[in-house]
């Protein structure tokens, strides 16, 4: 495993991450899951992402107990903060009190005295940004959380919200954390120039593009029985990478990985570490199996030429992508 610094903070970060969305906590039994996290750390992960929302807490509580088994000072984990939490006014969003409030909550569930990493998970327009930014400095204060991050947030949302920042002279956001894969790029134009400008590192999800880019879903075929696509409840997740256009690309991209001794996976997430803007890239595992399989993209490294030849299958591709 190599690590990246987390934009231009101290941090240091593995260049693949584990993440618990749509995981932990619910459609992986907890057994399984422990399993995944005791590999990923024994594989050298040391970073590990999760959320209050994830299923209400339960994921936070999932990764907290495994994780009581290593030394504190030897991972990193990440939170966030931003969506309902339950029925009430103030159980949502980032206002002072919900952020406080979560942020001690989530240390609970995690069994922890602080998160490396404290994330907004969204933006929210309805509450000033800077009682938002205010309330994170404070919790950096109290040692609570040692850096804090954004998630999915525009690039006028970043400067906005560093432009502040700078000018009380608090700590800056270090990371921004985007949907980011070979079939969705939008933070190419924007938001990675604006984050690189304020030191901010890209910790990427859905970096298998909700798993198509395993290969496992073919043109004009049935959708396997047993995958995420099939899952009423998350299928919603998957369904816009499945036109028959894009597959057929998948294919040709599964075709440059085999010419290359890789799975796909692991091309896929070469090409994502390509970029020096991109920190880390979190991926989800409901098996150990995919653990051993995804740390191996780790210090990949991929010619340009082979770059040329996937970004002309990209190309083919592009104007499905911006439907």
Avoid at 80 to 107: A, T, W
Avoid at 166 to 180: A, G, L, T
Avoid at 221 to 249: C, H, Q, W
């Amino acid at each position: 495993m190599e690590y990246r610094q987390l934009g231009k903070s101290g941090l240091k970060v593995s260049e693949i991450a584990l993440g618990s969305w749509l995981t932990y906590g619910k459609t992986v039994e907890d057994t399984t899951a422990e399993d995944c996290i005791r590999l990923a750390y024994e594989k050298g992960i040391n970073f590990f992402d999760t959320a209050n929302v994830y299923e209400q807490g339960q994921a936070e509580k999932v990764l907290g107990k495994v994780l009581k088994e290593y030394d504190r000072d030897k991972v990193v984990v990440a939170t966030k903060v931003y969506f309902p939490m339950g029925d009430c006014p103030n159980d949502r969003g980032l206002s002072r009190k919900h952020i406080i409030e979560q942020c001690d909550r989530s240390l609970q569930r995690l069994g922890m005295d602080y998160v490396d990493l404290y994330q907004c998970h969204r933006f929210d327009s309805s509450v000033p940004l800077e009682e938002t930014i205010m309330a994170l400095e404070d919790l950096i204060k109290q040692g609570k959380v040692l850096y804090t991050g954004v998630s999915e947030w525009s690039a006028a949302q970043i400067e906005k919200a560093q432009g502040i920042i700078e000018r009380k002279d608090y700590h800056k956001m270090i990371s921004n954390q985007p949907v980011y894969n070979l079939l969705q790029r939008y933070i190419e134009k924007e938001v990675l120039p604006v984050s690189e400008s304020h030191g901010m590192g890209q910790i990427v999800f859905s970096p298998l593009a909700q798993g198509v880019l395993t290969g496992k879903y073919k043109p004009n075929a049935d959708i396997p029985k047993d995958s995420r696509a099939a899952n009423k409840e998350i299928g919603r997740f998957v369904d816009r990478y499945m036109d028959n256009e894009t597959l057929e690309a998948v294919q040709k991209l599964d075709s440059i990985a085999d010419q290359l001794d890789l799975s796909l996976v692991q091309l896929s997430l070469a090409w994502i570490l390509r970029q020096p803007g991109v920190s880390s890239a979190i991926i989800g595992a409901s098996k150990p199996s995919q653990i051993e399989e995804n740390v191996q993209a780790s210090g990949i490294k991929l010619s340009q030429d082979v770059l040329d030849e996937i970004d002309k299958v990209l190309e083919e591709i592009a104007h499905v992508r911006e439907r």
